[in-house]
């Protein structure tokens, strides 16, 4: 029987639990929206974890500028939260972080809008043909 759930992902939901609760409480900076961890990919060689974040702006900030600031202050960051996940997490190499802003629900907010608008197009054309 294959082996359905690697190693390496069973370590990246773990960082992502601790990752959450890390930025959660672990990093004071008023520049960090409100940020949740979506998803983290491990590189096989555990060399390095590609941390997915997505951003909700605080203080009347844009998207735009809320993204770029909390990016900045995670990837500066990385070194404490990477240390910190090592006291939490029991590995011989505990991967570098990268922060990464995850388009995922903005693309899944631009296609529903897509297909609200058909949607209605075509009740419109429905009723007008009646």
Not at 20 to 45: E, H, N
């Amino acid at each position: 029987m294959a082996q359905e759930y690697s190693r390496t992902q069973r370590i990246a939901d773990q960082v992502q639990r601790d990752l959450a609760q890390l930025i959660q409480f672990g990093i004071k900076d008023p520049r960090l929206g409100m940020v949740t961890v979506s998803y983290v990919k491990i590189a096989k060689d555990l060399g390095y974890a590609d941390v997915y974040v997505t951003v909700l702006p605080l203080g009347g900030k844009d998207e735009e500028t809320a993204i770029k600031e909390s990016l900045s202050v995670l990837n500066n960051a990385a070194g404490f939260l990477r240390g910190e996940l090592a006291r939490h997490i029991k590995l011989r190499v505990m991967p570098n972080l990268r922060f990464h802003f995850d388009a995922t629900v903005e693309r899944g907010r631009h296609l529903h809008g897509l297909i609200e608008s058909a949607v209605r197009l075509e009740n419109k054309k429905d009723q007008d043909e009646e």
